[in-house]
Structure formats: C-alpha cells, structure tokens
C-alpha cells in the first residue's frame, strides 16, 4: 500500500496531515496554496523539512512530486478531496509498467 495522507486545513490557504504509510513514520505533509492552481508541498520530519516539491492543478486533479533524502515521490489528490495520494512512479510511469 502507498503511503496517503488526510489535509485538514490550518487557515491561510495552509493545509497540513500526517502521512500514513511512508517508510520513516511520523512523517508528515504541508500544503501551502501559492495560486489558484499551484501548491507548494513539504514533508517534515522530526522538527525538520526533509523533502519540497509543487502541486499544481489540473483537469480537477492535482499532480505532482516532492523530493526527499530517500528519493522522488509522485503526488495527486482530486480536486476538493482531502485525501493526497504518493506513488513511487508519475502516473505515466505507472501505467507503462
């Protein structure tokens, strides 16, 4: 199972959740909205931002990636969901395989 995480919103057009599933646990993921289709996205661990990347939106999908020390993560969420979804791969990759 890929790692998932639920965003509640924390005011300001800043969202915020702890990620289930990822390999370091207690990791968790900040969205901050910079325009109406862009997000920028960070993971925290301990204390500590391990990981940046943007989302931005569309066709009422956001998509995409966050790198950390371990590697790339791949990110979507549909529009108006609270749920963010990682993906070891970007959904092309994905589907090829």
Do not use: Y
């Amino acid at each position: 199972m890929m790692p998932s995480c639920i965003l509640l919103p924390m005011g300001n057009g800043v969202f915020s959740g702890n990620v289930a599933g990822h390999p370091a646990p207690g990791t968790s993921l900040t969205a901050t909205r910079l325009t109406h289709d862009t997000m920028k996205v960070r993971l925290h661990h301990g204390g500590h931002v391990v990981g940046t990347g943007l989302l931005r939106l569309a066709d009422g999908l956001w998509t995409g990636s966050v790198d950390e020390f371990a590697g790339r993560w791949f990110l979507e969420a549909r529009k108006g969901s609270a749920e963010v979804v990682f993906h070891e791969h970007a959904p092309a990759e994905a589907g090829a395989a």
